[in-house]
């Protein structure tokens, strides 16, 4: 992706996700972004993700790995590779850095040397907040999701942050907030130590019982 100047301080960022604000680009060529806090919140509970009969078909029938952190850039790639994205050259670079100082991660979905989805978000105290997920096969964003969820609950996570509510990640039990309950939920969670890189990789049996027995 080019870079059309100087980027965003790395630390500026962490300081706006701490109170709740994110930064968007209008498009893929806006040099500029705007601050984002939204007045209702969208959020996944960590005891609420929904494994729907078809996903758990899928992730004990297709092929595929699952992986953090050996693709960061790829998966921001992917996730901006749309028609539409406010995903810009500054917010790109912007979270390379964040990634290089250990505070963004991604999680991959693989099947062979083949990337077939993916998330990746910020990692901040308890917090996580996702930014976005990109499929290039059927189930494959949900079942990063499946996979993340699990995670966040192994590595001491409270709050996984969506940002937006969309019908697609209600449908896996995302849920619509207001802002002062969000701030409320993050302020608790920044004052907690979560590790996304700690919890050791899980296979899709793990992440299949560890659900049944939550949900």
Known sequence: MKDPGPDLDPEL?????????????????????????????GVFPLDGFHI???????????????????????????????????INPGIFHTFQ?????????SLEIWDGEALIGGVYGLAIGGAFCGESMFSRRTDASKMALAYLVDRLNQGGFTLFDT????????????????????????????????????PALADAYSVLQRNSQTS
Not at 97 to 105: D, E, I, T, V, Y
Not at 181 to 193: G, I, K, M, N, V
Request: charged share 20%.
């Open 52 to 86: 729907s009969r078809s996903l758990a078909r899928s992730l004990r029938r297709v092929p595929h790995q699952m992986r953090i952190n050996t693709a960061f850039a790829q998966v921001m790639e992917a996730c901006a590779d749309r028609a539409e994205t406010w």
């Open 13 to 41: 960022l962490l300081q706006a996700y701490a109170t709740g604000i994110f930064p968007m680009a209008e498009n893929r060529d806006d040099p500029e972004v705007f601050w984002v806090d939204p007045r209702r919140r």
């Open 163 to 198: 940002q937006f509510l969309t019908d697609h990640l209600a449908s896996l039990g995302a849920v619509e907030i207001p802002r002062a309950a969000y701030r409320a939920q993050l302020f608790q969670a920044l004052t907690r130590s979560a590790s996304f890189t700690s």
């Open 97 to 105: 850095k964040l990634h290089s100082m250990g505070h963004a991660h």
